[in-house]
């Protein structure tokens, strides 16, 4: 969704906010503002793109020490300059930035305007300026007065910064639903949507939690609940060095992720394993917890729900436990049946994507044990979450998940193993030989990106200006196809399907022309045979064919192409297919000269409905 950054110490505050906003830039890229306050507060907007923002600034000495920064991603009123934000009251009284929606503006617009306020954008921020504005001034009581009041008023979702008039030293914060951090540093106090943007100043960050407030001076932040109590919040340090939140020399933040992935998956790896054991100690899930439970929902969004496909089929093949796994924006609303002894595993890079955090909600409300698999420490979900599985992926900037999902996956196969031992579905010889074939996974990843890149890289410029392209396989194979899918058209913007081979021959097989550019995932021996198969018929009618598979299984007949990824066990395939997968659709995306890390309208992590 959006970001928002702001600052109040001693130094020059444009930088520091321009600085965060190009960290933040992921979340949204419709337009960028910033206010800056020296003796008055000046505001400067652009649409589009943050560069459009420097480039209105570059002339501009802005002297000011105190200010908020937004970075939009657009869905009240449409990307333009008057929409963009920051936004303030009618009588400028109120400056404010804000992530979230409020889903209640139109009933508070006609009420404000029965107060004689006008209203000059299309946004429902605007609205939160003024309802501030309103109490502030109905009240005389003040600010944490005036922002408490429009908490109870107002629902949706919100991260918001705030300056009143009135109180020069000072940016005023509160949060519902939306993420914010607040670091505390020797020149001063920064508050963010994400950690990147303020990691190159301060480690030491503040959580603050629903429907709480604080007030950020230049030397120190209080805290306040909602009947406007000071509260005290404890300090944290992030441990995740600044490096990662940059480019380190690779052309793209997609391209660098993606070859991050050995390490971060034997990070993942290493934290939970040692002496052929796995221990989930760390997130208190112990073998108890995991022996009664009787059936498992997996929920999440985008990517994360084809992690949560893979998993099923795994999970279920190892436990012999149903895994049913649901898309969060249906399962809030369908009133899933959840039994008592069942486990609720929400997925998700950012824990903050509402549809995944309504989910865990619906399901700890039925009383129901909740497991949140996350990327993003203090996130939203991992912190609701009964229990907590980290990845160690670390930041992921690039819009398009790689690392996060490699990480997401190596969890889910760890949790089937243990598990499966648990439920004594396998041997302690076999539980061992899992954990070893699991160690070879990044030495077989980095194989993979060390041989293939580059022939990926010239087989993809082939494929530059297709309008269409299929991925099919069977069993394991289908789902990572969906994921292989679902990135080429994040960042290519192609059109592309993808099927369970067998389902082709019914419908979508008519589609299939001449060069009609067909990705076939083949790492199952049980069922290779069968997909070899149907990729013969689709080859048939024209078909080019790009078949992924393991040296043992033999897929010349039915290929034009074939890339080879090392063998290891048929659980573990989707961890070395899905790079190859990844790898095309950056490249595809190169030679189509679009923006990768920033396809358009996406963003990283959507934190509304
Ligand atoms: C989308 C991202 O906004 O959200 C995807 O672009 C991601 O990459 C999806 O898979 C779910 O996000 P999360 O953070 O819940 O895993």
């Known amino acids: 969704m959006c970001g928002i950054v702001g600052y109040n110490g001693k130094n020059k505050a444009v930088d520091i906010l321009l600085d965060g906003l190009s960290k933040l830039e992921y979340r949204g890229y419709d337009s960028a503002g910033i206010a800056i306050r020296d003796k008055d507060i000046t505001i400067f907007k652009a649409k589009g793109k943050l560069s459009n923002l420097k480039e209105k600034l570059a002339n501009e000495k802005l002297k000011g020490t105190c200010g908020i920064g937004h970075t939009r991603w657009a869905t009240h009123g ?61 009240y005389k009581i003040g600010p944490i007065d005036a922002i408490n009041r429009t908490m109870v008023r107002v629902r949706g979702s919100y991260a918001i910064a705030v300056m009143f008039k009135d109180y020069p030293d000072e940016i005023w914060v509160a949060r519902k639903d939306s993420p914010m951090i607040i670091g505390e540093a020797k020149d001063g106090m920064y508050v963010a949507s994400d950690v990147p943007a303020i990691l190159k100043y301060t480690r030491n960050v503040y959580y603050i939690d629903n429907l709480e407030a604080a007030c950020l001076k230049k ?109 969060a924006s249906e399962f809030r609303y369908r009133k899933p049946i959840l039994n008592k002894d069942s486990l609720v595993v929400i997925i998700s890079q950012s824990g903050e994507t509402a549809d995944s955090l309504a989910a865990l909600r619906e399901a700890k409300n039925a009383g129901v044990k909740t497991l949140g698999i996350v990327n993003v420490v203090g996130s939203s979900i991992a912190r609701e979450a009964d229990h907590v599985l980290y990845t160690m992926a670390g930041p992921e900037i690039a819009v398009a998940t790689t690392k996060a999902f490699s990480t997401q996956l190596i969890v889910c196969y760890l949790l089937a193993i243990e598990l499966a031992m648990v439920k004594e579905q396998i ?35 082939q494929f530059a200006s297709i309008h269409d392209a299929f991925y099919i396989g069977r069993g394991l194979d289908y789902a990572i196809s969906l994921e292989g899918s679902l990135k080429l058209k994040e960042v290519s913007y192609i059109h592309s399907e993808a099927y369970a081979a067998g389902e082709l021959k019914h419908g979508t097989i008519s589609l299939i022309e001449d060069n009609t550019l067909v990705i076939g995932i083949v790492t199952q021996e049980y069922i290779a045979e069968k997909t070899i198969s149907n990729l013969i018929e689709v080859k048939s009618r024209g078909g080019y064919i790009v078949s992924i598979a393991p040296k043992n299984i033999d897929t010349s007949k039915a290929s034009n192409f074939i890339l080879t990824i090392p063998e290891t066990s048929k659980y573990f395939y989707p961890s070395l297919t899905v790079i190859p997968l990844q790898l095309l659709a950056y490249y595809m995306t190169v030679s189509r000269g679009l923006d990768v890390d920033k396809p358009r309208n996406l963003a990283k992590s959507v934190t509304v409905e």
Not at 90 to 96: A, H, K, P, Q, S
Not at 284 to 295: F, G, R, S, T
């Open 78 to 138: 449409e990307p333009n300059e008057n929409n963009a934000h920051p936004h303030i009251s009618n009588d400028g009284n109120i400056t404010l930035v804000h992530n979230g929606i409020i889903e209640n503006y139109q009933e508070i617009v006609e009420k404000l305007k029965r107060h004689n306020y006008k209203f000059y954008s299309e946004t429902d921020t605007e609205v939160l300026a003024n309802i501030i504005d309103y109490y502030y001034k109905k």
């Open 427 to 461: 041997t302690k010889k076999e539980y061992i030989e899992l954990l070893k074939e699991i160690n070879t996974l990044p030495t077989k990843v980095e194989s993979i990106l060390k041989d293939s890149t580059n022939t990926i890289q010239k087989l993809s410029s």
């Open 219 to 327: 030397d120190k932040v209080i805290f306040y609940d909602l009947n406007g109590d000071i509260i005290q919040k404890e300090l944290k340090e992030i441990k995740w060095d600044l490096s990662v939140a940059e480019k380190g020399g690779y052309e793209h933040f997609m391209i660098k992720e993606i070859n991050e992935e050995p390490d971060v998956i034997k990070k993942t790896i290493s934290y939970y394993t040692g002496n052929d054991k796995i221990d989930f100690a760390k997130s208190n899930l112990n073998k108890e917890d995991l022996k009664n439970i009787k059936e498992i929902y997996i929920v999440a969004c985008g990517s994360a729900y084809h992690v949560g496909v893979c998993a099923a089929y795994v999970i279920e093949d190892l436990t012999r436990i149903p895994v049913r796994v649901d898309i």
